[in-house]
């Protein structure tokens, strides 16, 4: 199954916590991240697939201020909640 943001059924609500922390709006953090509005909204809305690379994990770090640890531990919950859904669908 495709799925579509009409379809979202966890988002990184870590990634959102934290852009709100910071005060900014998802076009600043795509900016800050190197990448479009478009591919950062799909992150935050768990379409871009289940897993991000490794450059941007890095640049996540830096940008959003996580220590590498605790982003590896957030996003793995994600990865894991996102399987767990989708099992069952």
């Known amino acids: 199954m495709n799925y579509t943001r009409d379809s979202i059924v966890i988002r990184r609500d870590y990634l959102i916590k934290r852009q709100r922390e910071l005060g900014i709006t998802n076009f600043d953090a795509a900016e800050l991240l190197d990448i479009s509005l478009r591919q950062y909204t799909r992150i935050i809305d768990g379409v871009r697939g289940s897993r991000m690379?490794?450059?941007?994990?890095?640049?996540?770090?830096?940008?959003?201020g996580f220590s590498p640890g605790v982003l590896l531990d957030l996003e793995s919950d994600f990865q894991e909640q996102l399987m767990n859904i989708k099992k069952t669908k």
């Open 53 to 64: 690379s490794a450059p941007l994990m890095k640049r996540i770090c830096e940008k959003f």
